[in-house]
């Protein structure tokens, strides 16, 4: 049956089927969870370097399965991505971590949170409103919510995200490049977006203490968040000598395991209520 070379093609292919079978399976879960919100907001502790006070935290998602359990945005991200689900998880993220930081700000002023946004939400022409009616059902100060964005996706058209950012900014929230680093290339188009806070990629924070060479790109990098007049935070710290590294370039804020993984809200409650008793 498959003598004309492109019967090849046509053959039933039993591993061709299943992965197809998997995928629509994988489909159909994913849009039950997000119908079902069975997701969970986990927080990462954002550190000041000069006394490791925790200054605020960084949003991450989690897909509490029924059957798979606790899976890290790496298991279903880009599908959801993909399949154009982000748009509704992202927002509910948002929603939920700026009710959980209001809480938060309630006995911390100043409190921060950051929260990422997906490339197809900042292609989404109810990015604006769904943002304003978040801030507006929550009551957070929008300076004290950062909206994260990827160097690679704040580059792909940056006309495109120039707009976009600039709309986000007359809500009076701030900006961060998320990855910062990682796209050196268009380094020279950084200008052109109304930027507010570089996250230094995690590549550049672990090859600090390995060799000279990596110390002095981590402050190459540092030296342009500057130039921009971009406030730097540090993410991937991972041990005191980084740390250390970063204190010497007077990166005021940091991110990492060295202080504190992504938990779920009660346990950054414990931490602050810690650190205001002692
Ligand atoms: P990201 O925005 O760069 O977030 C930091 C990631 O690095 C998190 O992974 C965090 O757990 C991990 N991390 C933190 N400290 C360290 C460290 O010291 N060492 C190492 N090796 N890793 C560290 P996570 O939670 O698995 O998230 C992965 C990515 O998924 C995030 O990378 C972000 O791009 C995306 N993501 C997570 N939640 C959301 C969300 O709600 N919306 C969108 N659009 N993206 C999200
Ligand atoms: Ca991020
Ligand atoms: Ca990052
Ligand atoms: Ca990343």
């Not at 049956?1 to 992965?19: C, N, T, Y």
């Not at 945005?73 to 991505?81: G, V």
């Not at 707009?163 to 900006?175: P, Q, Y």
Request: net charge negative.
């Amino acid at each position: 049956a498959k003598d004309d070379g492109k019967g090849v093609a046509r053959r039933f292919d039993p591993a061709r089927f299943a992965q197809a079978e998997q995928r629509r399976h994988d489909e159909d879960d994913l849009r039950r969870a997000v119908a079902e919100q069975q997701f969970e907001v986990h927080y990462q502790p954002i550190v000041d370097l000069d006394g490791e006070q925790t200054v605020g935290v960084e949003a991450l998602v989690r897909w509490r399965h029924p059957a798979r359990g606790l899976l890290p945005p790496a298991a279903f991200l880009d599908l959801a991505e993909d399949i154009g689900l982000m748009p509704e998880l992202g927002i509910w993220v948002l929603e939920r971590a700026c009710e959980q930081a209001v809480e938060w700000q309630r006995d911390h002023a100043g409190f921060e949170l950051n929260v990422n946004l997906s490339a197809s939400q900042l292609g989404s022409p109810h990015l604006i409103d769904d943002i304003r009616a978040v801030l507006a059902r929550t009551g957070i100060p929008p300076r004290l919510l950062v909206l994260e964005l990827t160097e690679s996706v704040a580059l792909t058209d940056l006309a495109e995200s120039a707009r976009v950012l600039g709309s986000l900014k007359t809500l009076g929230v701030r900006i961060a490049l998320d990855d910062f680093g990682t796209g050196f290339s268009s380094l020279s188009h950084l200008g052109a977006l109304p930027v507010d806070v570089v996250k230094i990629d995690r590549s550049f924070v672990q090859a600090m203490p390995e060799s000279a060479t990596g110390a002095s790109v981590a402050e190459a990098v540092l030296q342009i968040a500057r130039t921009f007049g971009l406030s730097p935070v540090a993410e991937g710290v991972e041990d005191a000598s980084q740390a250390e590294r970063l204190r010497g370039l007077e990166c005021a804020h940091a991110q990492g395991y060295h202080f504190a993984k992504p938990m779920p809200a009660p346990e950054v409650t414990a931490l602050l209520g810690d650190q205001s008793g002692g």
